[in-house]
């Protein structure tokens, strides 16, 4: 075969397959379009949960909206006392996060709403995410931290409530803003005031939520806090 009919070949062989190669890349993102995390999904006729109208998803406003009238009363309601949580956690990891845990997909970490009173043994401040470390009865060899901020990470509180789902949003990075925002309310509402240079020592009252990353100590993010004076 000569280098001009080789050439040919070569050229139709490559016609021939870019439709193909088309095809099968337009399927696999078809099958990827519903799995959160992956990348952005714009989804037809589904508007972002509290933007409406085809307007731009505004996230604060979406945490301002449902921060009073339905977090905090579904923590009120669904927190597991941490002395009953945390000890199952360690005994049957499996079992423990299949009865008090919600995923926020197949393969996502598990998200608690806990709740308990303990006492201030410390506080970590001065970096980006501070702790205060607690000593709650009952829990046995866990260590408990509720995180201080000034930022918090995760998306724990988003997750761990019950009621917000993906579907309700138009792509990932409102999905994501959402949960931003209500770690945003955390820090305006439940922690406003907090004084976390005269808190050791003192009882606090909390419920919250934390994703299981050890059964050996948990950051816990709290969406309502009481300091005994």
Known sequence: MTHTAKTRRGTLNRTLLLPVVMVVLA????????????YVVEKAGSPAA????????????????IWASKVVPAAQK????AATLLPALRA?????????????GA????SFLIKGTGTVTGVTSGNAVGSV??????????????AAGPAFVGTAVRDAVGFIDFSQFTN???????ATALNAKVKATVLRGVDL?????????????????????????????????
């Open 50 to 65: 509290g933007a409406g109208g085809g307007k731009k998803f505004d996230a604060t406003s979406y945490a301002d909206g």
């Open 133 to 146: 470390q607690l000593d709650v009865p009952g829990v046995g060899k866990t260590d408990v931290n509720l």
């Open 172 to 178: 990932q990075i409102d999905y994501a803003d959402a």
């Open 27 to 38: 399927v696999s993102l078809a099958a990827c379009s519903g799995v959160p995390g992956v």
């Open 78 to 81: 669904g927190a597991v006392d």
């Open 197 to 229: 240079n005269s808190i050791k020592g003192k009882k606090v009252t909390f419920t919250g939520a934390f994703q299981l990353l050890s059964s050996a100590s948990v950051m816990i993010t709290p969406i309502t806090l009481e300091v005994a004076s």
């Open 107 to 110: 393969g996502s970490p598990y």
């Open 92 to 104: 049957d990891q499996k079992g423990a996060s299949a009865r008090y845990g919600k995923q926020a």
